[in-house]
Nanobody
Framework: VQLQASGGGSVQPGGSLRLSCAAS????????MAWYRQAPGTPRERVAT???????NYADSVKGRFTISRDNAKNTVDLQMSRLKPDDTAVYYC???????????????WGQGTLVTVSS
């Protein structure tokens, strides 16, 4: 089971980017999915979460600008980022609690990071 993230890149302040993450492998179920980010020299912070039922939660710093969504049938989670600021520059990681076919319970999984750079 693995998570594969994509969609990072460079954008000017005020611009938009969409990150995507797909879980693959033998999966029974996925509970909470999330996006985290880590800027150089700072701890990793949680950006947004979404439950299997679609309940979302956002960090105060991104409320009103970022939208998290998921497709349970495809085991994917997306992060639509708008009105980007230089402070949003970071490596973004997807995260999911996955109940794999080979496991006995849910286990946390991380995707590889994808770099988002917001600069003029």
């Amino acid at each position: 089971v693995q998570l594969q993230a994509s969609g990072g890149g460079s954008v000017q302040p005020g611009g938009s980017l969409r990150l995507s993450c797909a879980a693959s492998g033998s999966i029974r179920s996925i509970s909470i999915m999330a996006w985290y980010r880590q800027a150089p020299g700072t701890p990793r912070e949680r950006v947004a979460t979404i439950t299997e039922g679609g309940t979302t939660n956002y960090a105060d710093s991104v409320k009103g600008r970022f939208t998290i969504s998921r497709d349970n049938a495809k085991n994917t989670v997306d992060l639509q980022m708008s009105r980007l600021k230089p402070d949003d520059t970071a490596v973004y990681y997807c995260h999911a609690n996955i109940y794999a076919a080979t496991d006995f319970t849910f286990s946390p999984r991380w995707g590889q990071g994808t770099l988002v750079t917001v600069s003029s």
